[in-house]
C-alpha cells in the first residue's frame, strides 16, 4: 500500500505534464492548422491547374479515377471555425483539470494567455493571425451571452435595484466619459507626450469607448467569486444596461469627430437619441418576446422545434434593433424577460432543458473564444505604443471609477432601504472590469494612426483590469469578508411568506394612500393575471396561480433527483391523491387505504386477463404505461392523465358505443378502462 | 376650515407620537391627513367599514386580516395613537437606533416585531403557532378557488414539514423566523418612502 502511495504523486505528477504536453501539442496543432491553410490552398488550386491542363493536353488519353482526392478549399471555412471552437472546448477542459492554476488565476486570464500564444505561434510561423473581427464579434460571439444572462436574470433582485442600477449606468457611465476624454485631452496638451494630433473630439471618443463597463468580463469573474446576489445584480445590471449609453455616445462622438464641430442641436438630439435608442431597443424586445410568447402557445403541436423559437425570435429581436442602431443588448434582455414566463409555461419540460444548456453551451463557448480572440489580436494588430498616453488612461479609468461610484452612492443612499456600504462601494468600483465591447468598438474607428494608439491602449485597460483586477478580487472577497451567496434552496415556505408579504405590504400602501412600489407591482400582477395570461399561455395552465406553478416545479425536481440518487424511498407529498402524511392536529383517524386479499386478487386477474387481450392493440396507447416511466417529460401530462383518469371512472358505467364498433373495440375500450380504474386504485 | 370638523393635530400629540414610533413630523401630519380623509364619521376614529371603503383593500387576498391588525382585542374603533402604533412596524430599520437606547424596550419597527406582525396575520387564534388549517386558510386566500383542497393540503403539508423543527406539526414563531431567513431581507424592504413634501 505504501508503494501505491509513493506511486500516486508521481503518477499525478506525470499526468499533469502529459497533459500539459497535450495542450501545446494541441496548440502547435492548431496554430499550424491555421497557419497553413495558405500553403494548402496554393496546392490545391496548383492542382486542379495541373488537371485541367493535363486534360487539355491529352484529351485522348485516360484520366486514373483518384480514389484517395485531397480538396481543402471547398471545406476551408467550416473547418477552420471548427478547429477554433475545438481549441477554445480543449483549453476550457484543460483548465479545469489542472486545478491548482484555475484556483488562483480566473479562466479569463488564462484564455487570454493561451490567445496571446496561440497569436505567437502563428507569427512566428510568418502568417498574419486573425483580429477579431468586429462583425463576428457583434453579430455572433456576443447575442448568445448577452441572452443566457437575460434570460435567467433574476427578476426580483433586478427590479428592486432598478433605481441604482439606472444610476450606475446612466449616470456613472456619463460621468467617466467626460471625466476621461477631458483629462486625456489634458494629457495631450503635455508638449513631452507628442500627442497634440489628438483632439478633444477624438478624446471624448475614446472615452465614450473605454468606460463602459463590460458584461462578458463581469460575468466572467463575478461567476467565480460567488459574491452576493446584490453586488452582484448592481454591477452585471450596470454592465448591460450602459449598452444605450454608450451607442449613443459613440455614434454622436464619431458624428462630431467627422464634422469637427459640436453643436447645440446636435447636443440637444444626442440627448433624445439616447431615449431613442433605450426606449426603442426595449420595444423591439418587447414586441419579439410577445409574439414569441404567443407562438409557443401552439407549439404543442411539434414539441422539438420549442427552443429553437426561443432562439430565433431572440436573436432576430437583437438583430433588428441592430437595423434602427438601437440598443441590441436592451432588446435582447426585454425579450428574454418578456418571453421567459410565459414561454415556460408553455413548452415541455424537456424543451425547457434544451433551452438552459443550449444557452449555458453557446454562452460558454462564445465567452471562451472571445477571450482566445483578444489574446491573438493583441499579438496580431498594429500597435502605437505612447507610455504616457497608455499610463494615464489606466490611471484616470481607475480613478474616474472610484469617484463616480462614491459620489452616486452618497446620492442613492439617500433613497435606497437597504444602504450601499463603503464595503458594497469597493466591490462596485473595482468590478469595474473592461473587455472586448470596447476592443470591437476601437476597432470599428476609421481613422488609422489615431485608432492605433487607442487601440493600443484599449488592450492595455482590458488587459490590466482582465489580469490585475480579476485575479486580486478573490483574495479581496475573502479579505474584506464581503457577504458570499446565500446557498439557499428554494423552498415552498420562501414563496409564501414573499408572496404574503407582498400581500401585506400592499394593502399597507393603500391604506397610507401612497402609490409606491408594491401598489405598482401588484397593479402590473392584476393586469398580467386577467389579460396577458390568457392570451399567452395555452390551455388551463394560464389561470394556475403563481404559487401552484412554483410547487409543481418543485415537486418535478425533487422527483428527478430522487431518481439520479436511486432511491425512491421518500416521497412524502408525491402521492396524487390522498395525503398519507395526514397528520391533523385533532388526532382524527388516518384513512384507510387497506384493500382486502380476495379484492386485490380479483384485481390482479382482471389486469392480467385484460393485459393479454390488449396487448397488440394496444401498441399506440402505450403512452399511458404509467407505472414504467414515472417520469413524464411534461407534467401537463400527469394533469391528463389525472383528468383521464376521473373520465374512465364515468366511463365504467354503461358504455354507449355504437352498435357499429365491433365487440373486439367494444372488449378493448372496457378492457381499458377497468384497466385504468383498478390502476389507479392500487396507487 | 368650515364644516369640516377635523381636529388639528396638537403640537405635543405629535412629540408624543413621534417619541413612540419614530415616524418624522411630516410624516405624521401626512398620515394624519389621511386618517382624517378615511375617517368620514369624523368622530376621530376609524372603524372597520372605514378601511373596507378603501377600493384596493377590497380586492387584496388579505384585507380583512390586515384591517383586523389595526384592532386591538375586541375592540371596533381605532383612533390616530393606535393607527400609527400599527403602521410603525413599517418603517425602516436605522441601525443607529440600536446603539441609542439599550435598556428601552425594542421600537416597534425591529426586525423581531415586523416578523411577529406578520406571524400575528397567519396566527389568528394567537396560540403563537400556525396550525395547519390556519396555514390552509391562508393559502386558500391566497390562491384563489380553482385549486382543489387535496392539492392545497399537500402544499400546507409540505410547508409545515419544511418548517417544522420539533415535530409538532405546527410552525410556532422561532420556526416561522428560521423558515423564512431569506425573507429576512424582504422584510428590511418593508417601509413607506414618505417623500417630505
Redesign the interface.
Known amino acids: 500500500r505504501t508503494l501505491a502511495l509513493k506511486m500516486a504523486p508521481l503518477r499525478r505528477s506525470s499526468t499533469l505534464r502529459l497533459t500539459g504536453l497535450l495542450c501545446l501539442s494541441f496548440l502547435v496543432f492548431f496554430s499550424r492548422g491555421f497557419a497553413s491553410h495558405d500553403v494548402v490552398s496554393e496546392k490545391s488550386s496548383g492542382t486542379i491547374q495541373e488537371d485541367s491542363h493535363s486534360q487539355a493536353n491529352s484529351t485522348a488519353h485516360k484520366k486514373t479515377f483518384p480514389v484517395l482526392s485531397f480538396n481543402y478549399e471547398h471545406v476551408r471555412t467550416p473547418f477552420e471555425i471548427s478547429l477554433w471552437i475545438l481549441l477554445a472546448l480543449f483549453m476550457k477542459l484543460g483548465f479545469h483539470i489542472i486545478p491548482t492554476v484555475s484556483h488562483i488565476v480566473p479562466e479569463s486570464c488564462l484564455l487570454i494567455f493561451v490567445g496571446l500564444l496561440v497569436g505567437g505561434i502563428i507569427k512566428a510561423t510568418g502568417e498574419q493571425p486573425p483580429v477579431l473581427d468586429s462583425n463576428l464579434f457583434f453579430l455572433y460571439l456576443l447575442p448568445p451571452i448577452i441572452l443566457d444572462a437575460g434570460y435567467f436574470l433574476p427578476m426580483r433582485s433586478f427590479t428592486e435595484n432598478i433605481g441604482t442600477i439606472l444610476m450606475f449606468a446612466v449616470v456613472g457611465t456619463l460621468w467617466n466619459v467626460f471625466f476621461i476624454g477631458g483629462m486625456m485631452y489634458a494629457v495631450c496638451q503635455i508638449d513631452a507626450a507628442e500627442l497634440a494630433h489628438v483632439d478633444l473630439l477624438s478624446c471624448l471618443l475614446f472615452g465614450s469607448i473605454i468606460s463602459a463597463v463590460d458584461p462578458v468580463s463581469v460575468l466572467a469573474v463575478f461567476e467565480e467569486i460567488h459574491i452576493n446576489e446584490l453586488l452582484h445584480i448592481l454591477v452585471f445590471g450596470e454592465s448591460l444596461l450602459n449598452d444605450a449609453v454608450t451607442v449613443v455616445l459613440y455614434h454622436l462622438f464619431k458624428e462630431f469627430a467627422h464634422e469637427q464641430t459640436i453643436t447645440v442641436t446636435g447636443a440637444i438630439l444626442g440627448v433624445i437619441s439616447f431615449f431613442v435608442v433605450s426606449l426603442g431597443g426595449v420595444m423591439v424586445g418587447v414586441i419579439y418576446g410577445i409574439v414569441g410568447a404567443f407562438t409557443s402557445r401552439f407549439t404543442s403541436y411539434s414539441r422539438v422545434i420549442e427552443p429553437l423559437f426561443v432562439f430565433l425570435y431572440s436573436y432576430m429581436a437583437y438583430l433588428s434593433a441592430e437595423i434602427f442602431h438601437l440598443s441590441g443588448i436592451m432588446s435582447l434582455i426585454a425579450c428574454g424577460v418578456i418571453m421567459r414566463p410565459y414561454v415556460e409555461a408553455n413548452i415541455s419540460h424537456k424543451s425547457y432543458t434544451t433551452v438552459k444548456y443550449f444557452l449555458k453551451m453557446w454562452s460558454s463557448v462564445s465567452d471562451t473564444l472571445i477571450f482566445i480572440f483578444l489574446g491573438v489580436s493583441t499579438v496580431a494588430g498594429p500597435h502605437t505604443w505612447n507610455w504616457i498616453f497608455v499610463i494615464f488612461t489606466v490611471i484616470f479609468c481607475l480613478v474616474s471609477r472610484v469617484l463616480g461610484v462614491i459620489g452616486l452612492t452618497a446620492f442613492i443612499n439617500k433613497f435606497r432601504i437597504v444602504k450601499l456600504t463603503k464595503k458594497d462601494q469597493f466591490i462596485i468600483a473595482y468590478g469595474g472590469l473592461r473587455g472586448a465591447i470596447a476592443f470591437s468598438l476601437g476597432f470599428l474607428l476609421d481613422n488609422d494612426e489615431i485608432k492605433n494608439l487607442f487601440l493600443t491602449a484599449i488592450i492595455t485597460v482590458i488587459f490590466f483590469t482582465v489580469f490585475v483586477q480579476g485575479m486580486t478580487i478573490r483574495p479581496l472577497v475573502e479579505l474584506l469578508a464581503v457577504k458570499k451567496k446565500k446557498e439557499s434552496k428554494e423552498s415552498i415556505n420562501e414563496e409564501i411568506h414573499t408572496q404574503f408579504l407582498d400581500h401585506l405590504l400592499t394593502g399597507i400602501e393603500d391604506i397610507c394612500g401612497h402609490y409606491g412600489h408594491h401598489h405598482w407591482k401588484d397593479k402590473l400582477n392584476r393586469f398580467n393575471k386577467t389579460y396577458v395570461k390568457r392570451w399567452l399561455i395555452a390551455g388551463e395552465r394560464s389561470t394556475e396561480p403563481q404559487l401552484i406553478s412554483f410547487y409543481n416545479k418543485m415537486e418535478l425536481k425533487q422527483a428527478m433527483m430522487m431518481v439520479e440518487s436511486g432511491s425512491a424511498a421518500k416521497l412524502p407529498t408525491i402521492v396524487s391523491t390522498v395525503s398519507i402524511r395526514n397528520v391533523p392536529t385533532k388526532g382524527a383517524p388516518k384513512p384507510s387505504r387497506a384493500i382486502s386479499k380476495s379484492r386485490e386478487e380479483e384485481i390482479r386477474r382482471l389486469l392480467r386477463a385484460n393485459l393479454q387481450k390488449t396487448r397488440q392493440r394496444l401498441r399506440s396507447y402505450s403512452r399511458y404505461e404509467l407505472l414504467n416511466d414515472p417520469l413524464e417529460d411534461n407534467i401537463s401530462e400527469a394533469r391528463f392523465r389525472k383528468q383521464r383518469e376521473m373520465e374512465r371512472r364515468v366511463m365504467t358505467e354503461p358504455l354507449e358505443i355504437e352498435p357499429k364498433c365491433n365487440k373486439g373495440v367494444y372488449q378493448t375500450v372496457r378492457g381499458l378502462s377497468i384497466l385504468h380504474q383498478n390502476r389507479f386504485r392500487t396507487h | 376650515m368650515g364644516s369640516r370638523a377635523s381636529r388639528l393635530l396638537r403640537e405635543e400629540e405629535i412629540e408624543e407620537i413621534k417619541k413612540e414610533t419614530g415616524f418624522s413630523h411630516s410624516q405624521i401630519t401626512r398620515?394624519y391627513s389621511?386618517f382624517t380623509?378615511l375617517d368620514k364619521g369624523e368622530n376621530g376614529t376609524l372603524s372597520r367599514e372605514d378601511?373596507q371603503r378603501?377600493p384596493?383593500?377590497a380586492?387584496?387576498?388579505?384585507?380583512d386580516r390586515?384591517i383586523n391588525a389595526f384592532f386591538p382585542e375586541g375592540e371596533d374603533q381605532v383612533n390616530f395613537r393606535g393607527f400609527m402604533r400599527t403602521?410603525a412596524h413599517?418603517r425602516?430599520i436605522e441601525d443607529n437606533e440600536k446603539n441609542k437606547n439599550p435598556s428601552a424596550t425594542e421600537p416597534l419597527n425591529s426586525r423581531t416585531n415586523k416578523l411577529l406582525f406578520?406571524f400575528r396575520?397567519?396566527d389568528l387564534d394567537r396560540d403563537d403557532k400556525i396550525?395547519?388549517?390556519e396555514l390552509l386558510q391562508?393559502?386558500r386566500m391566497?390562491?384563489?378557488v380553482?385549486?382543489s383542497d387535496?392539492?392545497l393540503?399537500?402544499?400546507a403539508?409540505?410547508?409545515i414539514?419544511?418548517?417544522d423543527t420539533n415535530g409538532d406539526?405546527?410552525i410556532s414563531f422561532n420556526e416561522f423566523i428560521k423558515?423564512?431567513f431569506?425573507?429576512n431581507?424582504?422584510?428590511?424592504?418593508?417601509?413607506?418612502?414618505?417623500v417630505n413634501i
Not at chain 2, 380586492?59 to 384585507?63: E, H, M, R, S, V
Not at chain 2, 431581507?185 to 414618505?194: A, D, S, Y
Open positions: 398620515l389621511r380623509s378601511f378603501i384596493e383593500l380586492i387584496n387576498p388579505l384585507g390586515i403602521l413599517f425602516p406578520a396575520l397567519y396550525s395547519r388549517d391562508v393559502l391566497m390562491v384563489g380553482n385549486i387535496e392539492q393540503g399537500s402544499i403539508d409540505r410547508t414539514q419544511e418548517a406539526s405546527c423558515a423564512s431569506v425573507v431581507i424582504h422584510i428590511c424592504t418593508v417601509v413607506l418612502v414618505l
